[in-house]
């Protein structure tokens, strides 16, 4: 079946530091993949998102490539903030047999950003 | 613009009861999912609406019902509640069903159930 799998949280780092989130997927079909991030005490908001093999999905100085050969979506920025503190959520979107779209999605990794 | 509008904000209700939560979508947009989110989890797939019609389904039981309107909101019921039940529910719309359209989420629901 479809599946997400991310790495596992608290990830915690000073500001100016780089950022890698790991996402890998198992999906049937050529799924789309995305990004969402969650502030303390809000909804889900998209980050980003890539449609297809070798697309860049890019945002706020977030970005994260479709790679289909080794079926990961990893998230990285090259200098975090305090603001980017908050929930991450990798997520996979896939069309069954009846043209229904429903997302698959990781766990989530927690950010926390010192200054 | 709009965005996602959900109510209430927050909830508390006793084992055993009913409780009804509603979600106006996104102006420009005709399909409601919902969603649960446990503390620390990630959103957990109820249903989805289209057409007022539920097209999937999620692993939920049936004490999980819901509703789409013509001017597309929706609202998620839930019976017989259980203390399991407690979370964030997250309503999300989206244009169509293409696979590539992004849901747009709103500030959901915390639910508590004592």
């Known amino acids: 079946g479809n599946s997400v799998t991310q790495m596992e949280g608290p990830v915690t780092l000073s500001e100016e530091a780089f950022l890698t989130i790991n996402c890998t997927y198992t999906?049937?079909?050529?799924?789309?993949l995305f990004w969402y991030v969650q502030y303390p005490g809000e909804g889900l908001q998209l980050l980003l998102k890539a449609t297809k093999a070798d697309d860049k999905g890019s945002n706020k100085g977030f970005e994260a490539t479709y790679r289909k050969e080794t079926t990961s979506f990893h998230l990285e920025k090259g200098s975090v903030q305090v603001s980017d503190s908050a929930v991450y959520f990798c997520a996979l979107s896939t069309r069954n047999a009846g043209n229904n779209r429903k997302l698959i999605w990781g766990l989530g990794t927690s950010l926390a950003v010192n200054p | 613009d709009a965005g996602v509008t959900q109510s209430p904000t927050h909830l508390i209700k006793t084992r055993g009861q009913q409780v009804t939560l509603r979600c106006s979508p996104k102006s420009g947009h005709d399909t409601v999912s919902w969603y649960q989110q446990a503390l620390g989890q990630g959103p957990q797939f109820i249903f989805q609406?289209?057409?007022?019609?539920?097209?999937q389904r999620g692993n939920f039981p049936d004490r999980f019902s819901g509703h789409q309107f013509p001017n597309y909101s929706s609202e998620l019921n839930v019976n017989a509640l259980l203390l399991g039940d407690s979370a964030l529910y997250l309503c999300?719309?989206?244009?169509?069903?293409?696979?590539?359209?992004?849901?747009?989420f709103g500030n959901g629901t915390r639910l508590t159930v004592t």
């Open positions: 609406y289209y057409e007022e019609e539920e097209r």
């Open positions: 999906a049937t079909g050529y799924p789309s």
């Open positions: 999300a719309s989206s244009l169509g069903q293409g696979s590539g359209s992004p849901l747009h």
